[in-house]
């Protein structure tokens, strides 16, 4: 009984290091929250600061509140704010490439619930750099109502 529970138990740390392996070290992210929704609001939007040791590119998002989640810009032309979706955001090497409200966000459609301040989304960004590698980075966003 002992022995299958400390089996359990290694089994299960065994799975967390290979899950860690996944986090590509190459990259941090910092910043990260999720901006509160209201009752019968189906769009979201994320933010983050990105940070990759190499020259990188962000070229999806999954989220645990959606299965649609994009990556948007976010400029003033003629006087009115324009977002746009991007296909890839390009990420310069060593520099903290910032997601905030007014420019780079993350958008999220179709949210199955609303997003209460004081819980978290956890997000799986995946990054394909110059060279063809793919890295994965995954992280916890805590919902604010407010812009930290
Ligand atoms: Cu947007």
Redesign the pocket.
Known sequence: MLNKTLYSVLAMAAVMLIGCSKQAPEINITDNWVRATAEGQEVG?AYMTITSVTDNSLIKVESSVTDSVEI?S?SMENGVMK?RMLDQLALKANTPNKLTPGGF?L?LFDLRKPLKAGESVSFTLHFKNQAGKDSLATVSSPILAEQP
Do not use: L
């Open positions: 939007a948007h976010m977002m966000h958008m």
